[in-house]
Every structure is written in C-alpha cells, then in structure tokens.
C-alpha cells in the first residue's frame, strides 16, 4: 500500500525559497507518477507540479513556471519540489500525491489517489 509523508514546509519571507519532500513508503516512486498539490483558503485544491513514473516528463501550473521544480531522488525514494521567488500567493498547504496510471504526469486531483498528510508553507513579510 502506497504511503507518502511530506516536509519541509514553513514561514520564509516573499522571494525566499523551500525544498518540500515528499517520502514514500512500501512503493518506490518510479513505479508512479507523483504530483503536488495546494490548497489555500477559500480556494480549490490546485495541482502545482508533476513528475512521470520515469522522471523524463514534468508539468508545471502557469502560476509556477520559472519559479519550482521537481525531481526525484529514487534511491532515497523520495520526490522533492524546490520553490524559489515565493510569493505571497503561494502560501498555501502543499500535499504530494501517487497516480496509479502510469501514464498520467498533469494536475487533475481525481487521477490520484494516495495523499499525504500536508505541509504548510506560509510566504509573509
């Protein structure tokens, strides 16, 4: 059974940046696509950033592009997003998620369906 922690959020000021992990358990991550995820206040559960089970392919939301990147580190079993430039829109708790179709690299919520528990990372001056 696939089971994901993340980490790695906090308090940075606008600009800053935090690497966010997200630790499998009972599964390596290259057997699935693994996602991020945010969800602030008032706002729907927005995909951020996605990797393919063999890492070759990436999605970034617009709001993000130029700005995070995710990557794996399979022998530690572990998907990691970094967030440079943050800003205060970013604030939000991150989740990382599993995709059961390995084909599937992009942001619909619904095609995931392992969770973690959240990080939160708050963007404030």
């Known amino acids: 059974q696939v089971q994901l922690v993340e980490s790695g959020g906090g308090l940075v000021q606008p600009g800053g940046s935090l690497r966010l992990s997200c630790a499998a358990s009972k599964f390596t991550v290259d057997d699935h696509p693994i996602g991020w995820f945010r969800q602030a206040p008032v706002k729907e559960r927005e995909g951020v950033s996605c990797i393919s089970n063999t890492g070759d392919k990436t999605y970034y939301a617009d709001s993000v592009k130029g700005r995070f990147t995710i990557f794996r580190a399979n022998a530690q079993n572990t998907v990691y997003l970094q967030m440079n430039s943050l800003k205060p829109e970013d604030t939000a708790v991150y989740y990382c998620?599993?995709?059961?179709?390995?084909?599937?690299?992009?942001?619909?919520?619904?095609?995931?369906?392992?969770w973690g528990q959240g990080t939160q990372v708050t963007v404030s001056s």
């Open positions: 998620a599993a995709a059961a179709d390995r084909n599937y690299y992009s942001d619909d919520p619904t095609r995931f369906g392992s």
